[in-house]
């Protein structure tokens, strides 16, 4: 079945109206020639189609395909599935295994728990397991983490779960051009990767300049960012979070507070290098993620800055997940379950020994 796959997408691809690789990534070009502003969602979309046009073994299998697409490269290289993410998952990690760079995007990744084997044991350990003999050049993207009144099913992040697995890469995007950036790198990466979005930025618009609108554009997997330079405190953050990271460290300014923000942009493999760079100069650290603070990415984060720069820490490091519970219904208690820009700021002004210290305020 995947030898017959293979040889219909490459085939009806390099037919497909005559159409040379890189011809639409060239128009693409056009229409960006000058810095815009683009939301995360035509990010995405526009790093899907150059690189199925640059590269007629990329094909897209799953739900919620991405507009456009199908009627633009035909069901061949775009397969719009039912819901049975075990079937369809294990298809594609076998396509992966016979040559082709297939790109599943889950509803949310809640419903990836259904096809959770193939993309642990079959994807991420076949490398290792075959001594280098089989690649499985593979993206698994959508949304992760909480949405908006959907209860603790739909609900969760998996950041930490696919990162603690060696032979998977995880990235979590923040802005259009880190979406756009990580997306390209990930289709064009030999190993498999999870590639983590959040639904609440999907219509966020960024500024995007002329460079990351050109068609060879592609961040380096691994390397954060720094989004907002400080002395003070080193916030890190991935994902929305990154929003709120920045929206607190312009609230600690005011108050005489130089927050440094990262935003992580790789969280496996992590840029443990930048993250200790920056702790050396504060000498503070505040990590924040949504997911459940018990062997969390900021767990990670903390234990790599107390390995590596400990003797530079002027305060405890803190941490801010979400809460330990699993993620309520209702509005005003979804909420209080995960982390808010104030209690980033509350952390902040812990470090900096601004504020009461947790234990006398309770």
């Known amino acids: 079945m995947f030898r017959i796959l293979t040889q219909r997408v490459l085939g009806q691809s390099l037919l497909q109206q005559g159409i040379r690789p890189g011809a639409v990534a060239s128009a693409s070009r056009c229409f960006a020639s000058a810095?815009?502003?683009?939301?995360?969602?035509?990010?995405?979309?526009?790093?899907?189609?150059?690189?199925?046009?640059?590269d007629p073994r990329v094909l897209l299998m799953g739900e919620e395909i991405t507009k456009g697409l199908l009627d633009k490269y035909g069901p061949d290289r775009v397969l719009d599935t039912p819901i049975t993410e075990a079937g369809f998952t294990g298809i594609a990690v076998g396509a992966a295994y016979h040559g082709l760079r297939p790109v599943v995007e889950f509803m949310t990744f809640n419903f990836a728990m259904q096809a959770?084997?193939?993309?642990?044991?079959?994807?991420?350990?076949?490398?290792?397991?075959?001594?280098g003999q089989i690649s499985v050049p593979i993206v698994f993207r959508g949304p992760n983490g909480a949405a908006a009144g959907?209860?603790?099913?739909?609900?969760?992040?998996?950041?930490?779960?696919?990162?603690?697995?060696?032979?998977?890469?995880?990235?979590?995007?923040?802005?259009?051009?880190?979406?756009?950036?990580?997306?390209?790198?990930?289709?064009?990466?030999?190993?498999?990767?999870?590639?983590?979005?959040?639904?609440?930025?999907?219509?966020?618009?960024?500024?995007?300049?002329?460079?990351?609108?050109?068609?060879?554009?592609?961040?380096?997997?691994?390397?954060?960012?720094?989004?907002?330079?400080?002395?003070?405190?080193?916030?890190?953050?991935?994902?929305?979070?990154?929003?709120?990271?920045?929206?607190?460290a312009e609230i600690l300014d005011k108050e005489g507070i130089s927050a440094e923000v990262i935003n992580l942009r790789s969280i496996r493999p992590l840029d443990r290098a930048a993250i200790?760079?920056?702790?050396?100069?504060?000498?503070?650290?505040?990590?924040?993620?949504?997911?459940?603070?018990?062997?969390?990415?900021?767990?990670?984060?903390?234990t790599s800055v107390v390995e590596e720069s400990f003797g530079y820490l002027d305060a405890p490091v803190e941490r801010i997940a979400g809460a330990d519970v699993p993620m309520p219904?209702?509005?005003?208690?979804?909420?209080?379950?995960?982390p808010q820009v104030e209690d980033i700021v509350r952390a902040a002004k812990r470090a900096c020994y601004r504020s009461v210290p947790m234990a006398a305020a309770v």
């Open 35 to 54: 810095a815009k502003d683009l939301t995360v969602r035509e990010a995405l979309n526009s790093a899907l189609n150059e690189e199925m046009s640059a």
């Open 276 to 302: 200790n760079a920056s702790v050396r100069k504060t000498n503070r650290l505040v990590t924040v993620e949504e997911g459940f603070p018990q062997h969390g990415v900021g767990a990670e984060i903390c």
């Open 116 to 131: 959770i084997d193939h993309i642990i044991n079959s994807a991420a350990k076949t490398y290792y397991m075959s001594a």
């Open 329 to 338: 219904y209702a509005a005003n208690l979804e909420r209080l379950a995960l």
């Open 150 to 248: 959907v209860g603790a099913q739909h609900s969760q992040c998996y950041a930490s779960w696919y990162a603690s697995c060696p032979g998977l890469k995880v990235l979590a995007p923040y802005s259009s051009e880190d979406a756009r950036g990580l997306l390209k790198a990930a289709i064009r990466d030999p190993d498999p990767v999870v590639f983590l979005e959040n639904e609440l930025l999907y219509g966020e618009a960024f500024p995007v300049s002329a460079e990351v609108l050109d068609s060879n554009f592609a961040l380096p997997i691994g390397k954060a960012k720094i989004e907002r330079e400080g002395k003070d405190v080193t916030i890190t953050a991935f994902s929305k979070m990154v929003g709120f990271a920045l929206k607190a």
